[in-house]
Each structure stands twice: as structure tokens, then as C-alpha cells.
């Protein structure tokens, strides 16, 4: 049995219950109402999706825009907490997932995403966000 | 006549790597990753002890590959180590906490019992997502294989590991490790682990056929 310290168990319980809640609503949102995701992201998130990069939300947007619909469906998910010495003491969270992506006219495809979130005014916000097809 | 609300249905162009930050980031990572899985493939991964910060975690996760639709090798050997949250019990927090690695010697103590492997280092791809003075966040996804045993083959898998590093002396050290495991497509097992095509050669090539 691993034993954290107690302010790491707590850190660790949030993590885990963060992103089971992040993952549904990031891909329903994605799939669904895309332009929502704009309420996900901080100003000044970063994103690379399969090596393309996007800076700041309003790039990261107008790149979303222009992909094609999409239906998501995961099939893994773990997280972990920063420590303070990371995150600066601000609770900030990895999120990394599993699944596969079909966007419309294109063949069903698997990828994993990783997510870096911390809490803004007690939201959580998407710091950066990597993407890559497994191919 | 068409509507101009059509969404689009071409994707953006996959590329290769990509490296934010300065060339002294890029060589840093690129020398990282390098050491990170050469220790990684020996006898002896105690090796990467030095690798990890005192209070790193780390955890990993095996999934079947969703895009598969035929029969894939079994995943059995990782079912112990496997922290995928989906497939948890929602409510076993106890579960959830005993598979994250906490701390260099149990981090440690765990890469060293799972199976031994030799990874492609042609197929990595390396995805840099964040870059400041006090951390750096990339992604290296790529192909491996497990060691021949007794009790089962060798499988060419997909790995994905999302690490977490801050700077120490003149490299850095990780503190989140997050590794996912997946069986490989036809296309990637037959396309992985190839040397470099020998140097083309003038006299003419002699076919054996059965």
C-alpha cells in the first residue's frame, strides 16, 4: 500500500475525481458544442495536435473550427497531482487519456491526449493540451 | 449550389515532433529521452533512481487498442500495475491510490518488475507542450517490444509517456511520469524495428525462391 503524506492523499483524491469529471465533459463538449471548449482553456493555453502548435485560446478555437465533426469514445484515463514545488502551491493537475476518435469521411483512429489543468477562481482551466494519433 | 455552414471534413497535416522552447531545450530533452530508455532497455533500471525528483509519481495503464477490430495479444502481464480509472471501481479510492507511485524507491521498485524491453528509437515521437524556466511538460510516444519469456511471446506494443520534469544541476529530474500501454496496429508492428536499408549495391541481387 502506498502511503502519501496527508497533503499528497488529498491532492491525489482531488486528481482522480477531477479528471473522472474533465474527461466526459471535454470530449461531449467537444463532439457536441464545440465552441463551448472556449470556457475550458486559459488565455494562454497551449495546445499541439500531432505536431501542429496553436498559442493561446483564440488560436487554439479557430483551429478546432476547422476540424471536422467528431465522435470521441476513451478508454483510458489516469491522473496525477503537481507538486507544490511545480505548481507553485496553485492545485494544477495532469489529466492523460486513451481512446479513439472518428472525424467525419475519415477512418476510425486511436490517440492519447494529455492535459495539464489547474484551478482559477475555483474553475478548473485547461493549461495545455497535446494530442497524437497512434500511427 | 452549397451552403457556406459545411464543416470541414479534411484533417490538418499529421506532422513529426515538435519542440517549443530554444535549441538548448530541444538538445536537452532529445539527450534526456535518449539516456531515459537506453537505461530503460538494460538489465538494471535502478539506474533511472538519479532520473526521479524525491517526491515524483508515477503510474501506467494497458488498454486494448479501440481500434482494432480482430483478436489482440493479451495485455495480462500489466492487469497488477494497470491504473486505468475507467476501468476502476468509481468508488475504490483505496485502489486508486495503492497504483499511483509515490517517491523514487517505489517508483523504481516498480519499473524494475515490469517486463523487460527493447524500444524503437526510430519510431519516437516527441510532442513539447510546455516550456518555462521551472518545468517542462513533453509527451514520447512510440514503439517497443517485450523480452521473449518463457510463459509468453514477445508483442510489439504503442507506448505513450507523458513526463514532467524540472530543471536540476545541469539537466533535470521528473516529477510526474505517466505511461500507457497499447497494443500496436498491423501497419505499426510491420513497420516498427527496421535497420537502416543496406548501402544499394551494383551487382545484380540474387533471389532464392523455395
Known amino acids: 500500500m502506498t502511503t502519501f503524506p ?14 473522472e469529471e474533465f474527461y466526459n465533459l471535454y470530449y461531449e463538449t467537444f463532439d457536441k458544442k464545440r465552441h463551448l ?8 493555453a497551449k495546445l499541439v495536435w500531432n505536431g501542429n502548435p ?9 483551429f478546432f473550427e476547422n476540424l471536422p465533426s467528431s465522435e470521441h469514445k476513451i478508454d483510458s484515463l489516469d491522473c496525477h497531482p503537481l507538486i507544490d514545488q511545480v505548481s507553485g502551491g496553485q ?5 492523460k487519456t486513451y481512446g479513439t476518435v472518428e472525424f467525419s469521411k475519415n477512418k476510425k483512429r486511436s490517440f492519447q491526449q494529455t492535459f495539464m489543468l489547474t484551478s482559477q477562481n475555483n474553475k478548473w482551466m485547461i493549461v495545455s493540451d497535446c494530442m497524437r494519433f497512434q500511427e | 449550389i452549397t451552403f457556406d455552414i459545411e464543416s470541414p471534413t479534411e484533417l490538418p ?48 495503464s494497458a488498454c486494448y487498442n479501440g ?24 468508488k475504490d479510492l483505496s485502489q486508486k491510490n495503492k497504483l499511483l507511485k509515490y517517491g523514487r ?10 517486463p523487460q524491453t527493447t524500444h524503437d528509437t526510430n519510431s519516437f515521437i516527441v510532442d513539447v507542450s510546455h516550456v518555462s524556466s521551472s518545468l517542462l511538460s513533453f509527451t514520447v510516444c512510440g514503439m517497443f517490444k517485450e523480452a521473449e519469456k518463457r510463459d509468453h511471446r514477445s508483442f510489439i506494443r504503442w507506448f505513450t509517456r507523458s513526463f514532467l520534469t524540472v530543471p536540476y544541476g545541469q539537466g533535470m529530474v521528473i516529477t510526474n511520469d505517466m505511461l500507457t500501454i497499447i497494443n500496436a496496429s498491423t501497419e505499426q508492428a510491420q513497420k516498427s524495428f527496421k535497420h537502416p536499408a543496406p548501402t544499394p549495391n551494383s551487382s545484380p541481387v540474387q533471389e532464392v525462391s523455395p
Open chain 1, 37 to 44: 471548449l472556449a470556457k475550458l482553456y486559459m488565455d494562454t
Open chain 2, 67 to 90: 481500434a482494432i477490430e480482430f483478436r489482440q495479444p493479451s495485455l495480462k502481464m500489466y492487469t497488477e500495475e494497470n491504473r486505468n480509472l475507467i476501468q476502476l471501481n468509481k
Open chain 1, 54 to 62: 496553436a498559442d493561446g485560446k483564440e488560436a487554439i478555437l479557430k
Open chain 2, 105 to 114: 524507491i517505489p517508483i523504481i521498485s516498480k519499473l524494475c518488475t515490469l
Open chain 1, 91 to 95: 492545485m494544477t493537475i495532469m489529466v
Open chain 2, 13 to 60: 497535416q499529421i506532422k513529426g515532433s515538435f519542440f517549443a522552447g530554444s535549441t538548448e531545450v530541444q538538445a536537452l530533452i532529445v539527450k534526456f529521452v535518449k539516456d531515459y530508455f537506453t537505461v530503460y532497455d538494460s538489465d538494471n533500471r535502478q539506474g533511472l533512481l538519479d532520473a526521479y525528483h524525491e517526491q515524483a509519481m508515477f503510474s501506467m
Open chain 1, 6 to 19: 496527508e497533503g499528497v492523499a488529498t491532492k491525489v483524491d482531488i486528481a482522480v475525481q477531477a479528471g
